[in-house]
């Protein structure tokens, strides 16, 4: 059996505040999951859209580290 997380266990692995991740994902920043479901009210997400969430955070932090650097040797 498939064990889908919540919105805040998903934000944990991921390393980031859970109201954010919700941001992103409201505005459409994040990839929206596409194997979750809702249940009472919370989004669920599965492992499968964990894996994309956790690439896409770390996809985001790398291109925030490579502007912070350009940044700074300007």
């Given at each position: ?41 919370k ?32």
């Amino acid at each position: 059996m498939t064990q889908f997380k919540t919105l805040g266990q998903v934000a944990l692995e991921v390393d980031m505040p859970s109201h954010r991740l919700a941001y992103y994902l409201r505005t459409g920043a994040a990839p929206e999951p596409e194997h979750g479901r809702v249940f009472g009210g919370k989004r669920l997400f599965s492992p499968e859209d964990v894996c994309r969430l956790k690439a896409w955070a770390e996809e985001r932090r790398n291109r925030r580290s490579k502007n912070n650097v350009a940044a700074v040797g300007a």
